[in-house]
């Protein structure tokens, strides 16, 4: 039942001026899309992340599904990704007539493994989809490389990775067409919403028509045409300017947001620390040239029999602690595309095994050291049993 765990998974919060500003939205008499907390929205996203053009979107979902058009995918098209995300990542290009090919991961970060990439490759290919996982980017470097080898183009799936970096890089920032989420779940949120961010220069236009319902209207509202019309297809894939008020309290505090979520996952690993050194759990790995973000704090446990017996440990105790993707190769639309279980054995393992801890901005020391004690305490529980 919602709401029984004295710790939730998730609690969504406002950390500063968000119901003022979401008053100041209502007071302007400016509440639909691309007003003027969607275009502070914009420019701070470009400015502190590096992106040459920011779009606001409703959600990720609509952020990918632009990328999908923007990339022109079609019918017979494939588009490679991995099987352990979010069914949007898959979505966005089947609706479009595109099949995904799943291509598994790798054990370490549980990101799409690099190392599959090209034989995966057919002459259908019109598309990589690195998906960063945690918040920990993919080995982006090799990615581009065979990308640009063989002619393809790059869509990165940050949902989870915005203030994540490679190398200095914001996630995102890195292909040709970047998208971040800011659904309740994330760093930053506004409930539901997204952004596309278009680092090739060439579809930066087109962006604004597709997702202005094929329209030149951002065109008209800045002066360039004398009135606007359907010029290319499109769709209304613009959030309200409530959306974008709660969302701009929220990037003004990103600072401090990054902080306490960096903090909570430090907090993790040094006190669980000595179960991965026993064998009993495996924790998050980042890699050199990776800073995370503090998205999301997981346990590996060696099956899934003792990763449920773990969630329902936690349970009991008051504490939600939940598993994450089901494999999209698994499920009934993949297995319309030929996928069956088995073919793809690290994605499989991980998410059979993986469980997600609490993880949020005003997840207190106490409550997190709560956590911390009753996953202790079922090893303890379990090694006492054994004896």
Same mark, same amino acid.
């Given at each position: &039942?919602k709401?029984?765990h004295?710790?939730?998974?998730n609690? =969504?919060?406002?950390?500063?001026r968000?119901?003022?500003?979401?008053?100041?939205?209502?007071?302007?008499?400016?509440l639909?899309?691309?007003? /003027?907390?969607?275009q *502070?929205?914009?420019?701070?996203?470009?400015?502190?992340?590096g992106?040459?053009?920011?779009?606001?979107?409703?959600?990720?979902t609509?952020?990918?599904?632009?990328?999908?058009?923007?990339?022109e995918?079609?019918?017979?098209?494939?588009?490679i990704? /991995? $099987?352990?995300?979010? #069914?949007?990542?898959?979505?966005?290009?089947?609706l479009?007539?595109? *099949?995904?090919?799943?291509?598994?991961?790798?054990?370490?970060?549980?990101?799409?493994?690099?190392?599959?990439?090209?034989a995966?490759?057919?002459?259908?290919?019109?598309a990589?989809? =690195?998906?960063?996982?945690?918040?920990?980017?993919?080995?982006?470097? /090799?990615?581009?490389?065979?990308?640009?080898?063989?002619?393809?183009? #790059?869509?990165?799936?940050?949902? @989870?990775? +915005?203030?994540?970096?490679?190398?200095? *890089?914001?996630?995102?920032?890195l292909?040709?067409?970047?998208?971040?989420?800011f659904?309740?779940?994330?760093?930053?949120? $506004?409930?539901?919403?997204?952004?596309?961010?278009?680092?090739?220069?060439?579809?930066?236009?087109?962006?604004?028509?597709?997702?202005?319902?094929?329209?030149?209207?951002?065109?008209?509202?800045?002066?360039?045409?004398?009135?606007?019309?359907?010029?290319?297809?499109g769709? $209304?894939?613009?959030?309200?300017?409530?959306?974008?008020?709660?969302?701009?309290?929220?990037?003004?505090? $990103?600072?401090?947001?990054?902080?306490?979520?960096?903090?909570?996952?430090?907090?993790?690993?040094?006190?669980?620390?000595?179960?991965?050194?026993?064998?009993?759990?495996?924790?998050?790995?980042?890699?050199?040239?990776c800073?995370?973000?503090?998205? &999301?704090?997981?346990?590996?446990? /060696?099956?899934e029999?003792?990763?449920?017996? +773990?969630?329902?440990?936690?349970?009991?105790?008051?504490?939600?602690?939940?598993?994450?993707?089901?494999?999209?190769?698994?499920?009934?639309?993949?297995?319309?595309?030929?996928?069956?279980?088995?073919?793809?054995?690290?994605t499989e393992?991980?998410? *059979?095994r993986l469980?997600?801890? =609490?993880c949020?901005?005003?997840?207190?020391?106490?409550?997190?050291?709560e956590?911390? #004690?009753?996953?202790?305490?079922?090893?303890? @529980?379990?090694?006492?049993?054994a004896?």
């Amino acid at each position: &039942m919602k709401g029984r765990h004295k710790i939730p998974f998730n609690h =969504p919060s406002i950390v500063g001026r968000e119901l003022e500003y979401i008053e100041d939205a209502v007071r302007g008499g400016r509440l639909a899309g691309d007003g /003027p907390f969607t275009q *502070r929205c914009q420019k701070w996203l470009e400015e502190r992340c590096g992106a040459h053009k920011v779009l606001l979107t409703h959600s990720c979902t609509a952020a990918l599904e632009l990328a999908a058009l923007l990339c022109e995918v079609g019918e017979g098209d494939e588009v490679i990704m /991995p $099987s352990f995300t979010f #069914v949007s990542t898959a979505n966005a290009f089947v609706l479009r007539g595109a *099949r995904p090919v799943f291509v598994d991961i790798r054990p370490d970060t549980l990101n799409l493994d690099e190392a599959l990439i090209e034989a995966a490759i057919t002459s259908r290919t019109r598309a990589v989809v =690195p998906v960063h996982y945690a918040g920990v980017s993919c080995a982006m470097e /090799p990615i581009l490389e065979i990308a640009r080898r063989h002619g393809l183009r #790059v869509i990165e799936d940050a949902a @989870q990775g +915005l203030g994540s970096t490679f190398d200095g *890089r914001s996630l995102g920032t890195l292909g040709d067409l970047g998208c971040w989420s800011f659904h309740e779940t994330k760093n930053f949120i $506004s409930g539901e919403g997204g952004a596309l961010i278009v680092q090739d220069e060439a579809l930066a236009g087109r962006a604004e028509i597709l997702r202005e319902k094929g329209t030149n209207r951002a065109r008209f509202f800045r002066g360039e045409v004398d009135k606007y019309t359907w010029v290319d297809i499109g769709s $209304s894939y613009l959030p309200s300017e409530l959306v974008a008020a709660y969302l701009f309290a929220q990037l003004e505090r $990103s600072e401090e947001i990054m902080r306490k979520r960096r903090g909570i996952f430090e907090t993790y690993r040094a006190e669980l620390e000595d179960l991965e050194l026993q064998g009993a759990v495996r924790l998050p790995v980042v890699p050199d040239r990776c800073e995370h973000n503090g998205h &999301m704090f997981y346990l590996l446990l /060696p099956t899934e029999q003792r990763r449920d017996e +773990l969630i329902a440990h936690l349970d009991r105790a008051g504490i939600n602690a939940v598993f994450h993707y089901v494999p999209l190769h698994e499920s009934p639309m993949g297995s319309g595309f030929g996928y069956a279980p088995g073919d793809l054995p690290i994605t499989e393992s991980a998410s *059979r095994r993986l469980l997600r801890l =609490p993880c949020y901005f005003t997840l207190g020391e106490e409550q997190q050291m709560e956590v911390i #004690v009753e996953v202790r305490r079922f090893f303890v @529980q379990r090694a006492k049993a054994a004896v």
